[in-house]
């Protein structure tokens, strides 16, 4: 059916204009952004880097000088499980002048009494109990109101944490005062569970790893993951805490940058979480996730794109970025598959396995060149690769069509307003007024 | 019943008299030695007040001695009232001395009833009790004891008859005393109550605190805490409160929260330590010992079970037959001789005197505070320490010297063919021995030891020799 020889003399047959022609989804977008752009950009990176040590070096010594108490929060239903050894690994912390507070957002498990003597033994600061259910964001709020430190970080309560963690998400906040919040750099504990899971620690690995390296140099980083995230505690009471999920990890970064304030990366703060090891999970969360993106970026904060008063171009930038990379890029994929089916059908058999081909050579270009940028390794540097080929379906395939089935959802059906991750108390209102 | 009761009474100096009966009249502030008492058959107490009162009539009940405990006494009541567990020790008042032909069958009646019951010899302080009870109610035809809410109990009830043997702090080993009775089937019991206490000092006089799990201090205040549903916000009420008008308004989006489950709800509840400043959810509720002091976390309290008792068949024949506690008796100690015994073999060496003109001695040691002393210790400490004291007098007199129980608290020997004066060293070095061992061999224990010998006369009987020789034993009331 499919012969490599025919293959070849096509590839041969055809000039660079027309392979341009037939390939530009893949020159433009792949190639171009998240190779080219994303290597030219992590040099710079580099050397910037390198001129800053120190200043790195100042604000170290300025924050052993100043140690500032930090307030640790973690909010969350059902947790109670992974309390204890989440106290246990913040007792290896580097840096100890913490307080630990946890909310326990209407748990119907034994997470109360696991929380209370945690906190009667002095593991816990503060441990307050919801008796009803409240979200996610009214468990972080009601924990942050409680805070007493000059930082917050917020944590999961299933992820584990590097023993430098805390330390290195602060850091940034020395470094320059105009930083409001510090994303910390999240990897998968769990690739070797599953092919999905596996996967997923390639996506984080590569994609969201360095495409978080990339957005912060050039200051236009905008997801905080919740599962580990460090905000000024005075930046966050300006914009007084979360405001309703799902997508709140995005939302806050958005409302933090429209107070004027950048929001960094620390890539070499690791915390490890667990992902979701059935395609069936995954697709849950990530349409979850997507369906934010309509429902915080384009609809929310679509403020951003207009020219009032607090018009900032990173953060025009910032947003298009996003939009481009989520939505356009996907509305343009199609765009090429019809083209293709359109205008080069008798050669669609050749385009496939070309377009197969070339992604996956640059997922090899992109994990062997992007290698010496990496903070820190969760595997063997071998392990991954007999799976990047994979990539291409998992990437070009599967995430796409979540995202497509989650946009539609979203923007004609608002959709996230029935997810059960959010009280429907809560959701009810939010749509009421529109957010 | 052929007495008179339209009879006259008959007036002495501290007595009345009257059909047959001599009632002794204790003053107020007269003090007198329960052994004077003995020639009468009931005694009124005349007192200006119901605090003196109690305490004669407390210092009668308490005594160990049957010859005591069980004789009527009555009121002579001024304008005061008499609290309920204390009228409960006397067997009724009247309102002048005229009226003393009104208790006289009350009187009758309970002699004729003291007359059928016998007294427990045992040597246990439970046991002795027990029996104490037992008597008591039978002599009044009681059939049932009850317990009482009273403020000035160690553990806030009483069983008047059996608490006035103790003090407030050791009172809780009324509970324990009824529990061997029950156990014994003297007492049935009936739940009445439930009581906690002290887990240092075993008192029921507690302070029940809300504190802080972190401090301790019980000076907080307590808030609702507020979720705001439209924009997440969450926080005590005061941040939504404002000072002109009762309207809640979200300090996160201004808007008013209207209506309780639609727009906000309340979450929880926090409170806040004014000592320490933590916040919490939950008090830790702390109960404060007022007696001594000590803070009980109310997982540490001892929780006990308050029971009404009602006097089983059992129990009454315990009253007439004696009672002899299966469990709880402490048996013959090693080195002495039953009473009967001694009784007996003074009575030979009562004659033996007569006969030869010889120097024999009979000799009592006493333990002033035994009754405290024994409410104190439980009835295995008690036996040791009466095994104690009785091997160093074994060792300190000839053997052929013989010791007897005469009660739980008095010993009573024989020091026979020497002069009273070195019988009297011998005894006074013994008594000083007792205090010295005691002291170290039980913590510290104050023990307040007495003694007494006197010199065998010939023309009197053995019975009457024994009670001169421990009379001077008996407190003053
Ligand atoms: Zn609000
Ligand atoms: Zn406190
Ligand atoms: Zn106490």
Redesign the interface.
């Given at each position: 059916m499919f012969d490599l020889d025919e293959f070849i003399a096509y590839i041969q047959a055809v000039g660079a204009a027309k392979l341009f022609r037939i390939f530009w989804f893949f020159v433009v977008f792949e190639f171009f952004r998240y190779v080219f752009i994303d290597f030219v950009v992590l040099i710079s990176w580099r050397v910037k880097q390198y001129y800053d040590k120190d200043k790195l070096n100042d604000a170290r010594a300025q924050m052993e000088f100043e140690n500032p108490l930090v307030s640790i929060i973690v909010p969350g239903k059902n947790e109670g499980k992974h309390l204890f050894k989440l106290v246990k690994s913040l007792r290896e912390q580097t840096y100890q002048n913490f307080e630990l507070i946890v909310v326990d957002d209407g748990s119907d498990d034994d997470t109360p009494t696991i929380g209370k003597t945690l906190e009667k033994n002095g593991f816990i600061d503060l441990f307050i109990r919801n008796s009803v259910r409240g979200g996610k964001a009214s468990a972080a709020n009601l924990a942050l109101r409680f805070t007493k430190g000059k930082f917050v970080v917020h944590l999961d309560a299933d992820c584990s944490y590097d023993r430098d963690a805390i330390e290195k998400i602060i850091l940034p906040f020395y470094m320059d005062e105009k930083v409001g919040a510090v994303g910390g750099n999240v990897m998968v504990r769990n690739y070797r569970e599953s092919l999905v899971t596996t996967l997923q620690a390639i996506e984080y690995y590569d994609t969201i790893s360095i495409g978080r390296i990339v957005s912060s140099h050039l200051g236009i980083y905008r997801i905080i993951s919740g599962a580990f995230g460090a905000f000024r505690k005075d930046v966050m009471d300006k914009i007084e805490g979360w405001d309703i999920g799902p997508g709140l990890d995005g939302d806050i970064t958005v409302k933090v940058r429209k107070i004027g304030y950048d929001i960094k990366f620390a890539p070499d703060s690791v915390c490890l979480t667990s992902v979701p090891n059935t395609f069936k999970k995954l697709s849950r969360q990530r349409l979850r996730w997507d369906k934010s993106i309509i429902r915080f970026r384009v609809r929310k904060h679509s403020d951003v794109f207009k020219p009032t008063q607090n018009f900032s171009l990173l953060n025009f930038f910032s947003f298009l970025e996003n939009i481009t990379y989520n939505i356009i890029l996907n509305i343009k994929w199609y765009v090429y598959v019809i083209d293709m089916l359109f205008n080069f059908v008798s050669q669609i058999k050749f385009i496939f396995v070309a377009n197969i081909f070339l992604y996956t050579a640059s997922n090899y270009l992109k994990y062997i060149f992007f290698y010496p940028f990496r903070p820190r390794q969760n595997a063997p540097f071998a392990y991954f690769l007999p799976y990047l080929p994979l990539m291409v379906f998992y990437f070009g395939y599967y995430l796409r069509i979540v995202r497509t089935i989650a946009y539609i959802k979203e923007y004609f059906f608002k959709a996230s307003y029935k997810d059960p991750w959010n009280p429907i108390k809560t959701s009810n209102k939010a749509k009421e007024i529109g957010i | 019943m052929s007495k008179d009761l339209t009879s006259k009474p008959l007036f002495g100096e501290n007595f009345v008299e009257h059909d047959g009966y001599r009632y002794y009249i204790m003053k107020d502030h007269d003090m007198v030695n329960l052994s004077e008492l003995i020639a009468y058959d009931a005694i009124i107490i005349e007192g200006t007040s119901a605090k003196l009162i109690e305490e004669r009539v407390s210092n009668i009940r308490k005594n160990l001695n049957q010859a005591f405990f069980l004789i009527p006494v009555f009121v002579l009541k001024g304008n005061f009232s008499l609290p309920i567990y204390v009228e409960e020790l006397i067997d009724g008042s009247i309102f002048s001395i005229d009226q003393v032909n009104l208790v006289t069958p009350i009187v009758h009646k309970i002699h004729l009833r003291n007359n059928e019951v016998t007294i427990n010899t045992a040597l246990s302080y439970e046991a002795q009790l027990i029996s104490k009870t037992l008597t008591y109610m039978y002599s009044r035809e009681l059939n049932q004891l009850n317990a009482q809410l009273h403020p000035n109990s160690g553990i806030g009830f009483t069983f008047p008859i059996l608490s006035v043997n103790f003090e407030p702090k050791e009172e809780f080993r009324v509970l324990e005393i009824l529990e061997i009775a029950e156990k014994e089937g003297v007492l049935i019991s009936e739940f009445h109550d439930r009581t906690h206490l002290c887990s240092q000092c075993h008192t029921g006089f507690l302070a029940y605190r809300e504190c802080c799990?972190k401090c301790g201090s019980a000076n907080s205040e307590s808030q609702d805490?507020i979720?705001h549903?439209?924009?997440?916000?969450?926080?005590?009420i005061s941040?939504f409160q404002n000072e002109i008008d009762d309207q809640l308004n979200c300090?996160?989006c201004t808007r008013t929260l209207r209506h309780i489950?639609?727009?906000y709800?309340k979450?929880?509840v926090?409170h806040e330590c004014f000592n320490c400043g933590?916040?919490?959810?939950?008090f830790n509720v702390r109960a404060k010992c007022v007696t001594c002091t000590f803070d009980n976390d109310v997982q540490q309290l001892i929780g006990r079970e308050i029971s009404n008792y009602t006097m089983s068949k059992k129990g009454e024949m315990a009253a007439i037959n004696g009672f002899t506690s299966t469990s709880k008796d402490i048996e013959d100690i090693i080195g002495t001789v039953k009473l009967d015994t001694y009784r007996t073999m003074l009575k030979y060496e009562i004659e033996r005197i007569r006969q030869t003109d010889g120097k024999s001695n009979i000799c009592a040691i006493h333990i002033a505070n035994s009754g405290q002393l024994y409410s104190k210790i439980g009835s295995d400490m008690q036996k040791s320490l009466l095994k104690d004291m009785v091997e160093l007098v074994r060792r300190n007199i000839r053997s052929s010297d013989m010791i007897t129980f005469y009660d739980s608290s008095t010993i009573l020997l024989s020091m026979n063919d020497i002069p009273l004066k070195v019988g009297q060293n011998i005894i006074s070095e013994i008594c000083a021995l007792i205090e010295k061992l005691l002291k170290t061999n039980f913590n510290d224990l104050e023990v307040d030891i007495n003694y007494n010998i006197k010199r065998i006369n010939f023309k009197l009987s053995n019975e009457l020799q024994i009670q001169q020789v421990i009379k001077d034993f008996y407190p003053d009331v």
């Open positions: - | 799990p805490i979720h549903f439209v924009c997440g916000f969450v926080g005590p941040d300090p996160k489950g639609v727009d709800d979450p929880s926090l933590h916040k919490f959810q939950d």
